[in-house]
């Protein structure tokens, strides 16, 4: 609840609030906000993943797994997103990084 609700702050701000010079840079933190939206919904939401300690082991408890989805394809699409957002952040500081060259 409280990330859906820092969220749903994040795009007012970045709606509202962005100057007009900014609107290309914008897009790139929507997209970003976009798939950390996604990465919450689907960890928290369609499949929760319980590690159990010491051991290297886990269960799940979500949606998805009460359907039948293995964990393993739940995790791989987590990992997917987190890389996707990796990937986004570098992208994002290389725009950055030639439009402050280009100035």
Known sequence: GVSCFLNVICFVCL??????H??????YLIFIQVLL????VSIDVLFEPIPMFPAYAGYCMGILC????PLQYSLACAVLLLANVGVSIVVCCLYRHQTIILS
Do not use: A, C, I, M
């Open 15 to 20: 709606l509202k609030k962005t100057p007009r």
């Open 37 to 40: 939206l996604l990465n919450d």
């Open 22 to 27: 900014q609107n290309t840079f914008r897009n």
């Open 66 to 69: 009460s359907v039948g989805v």
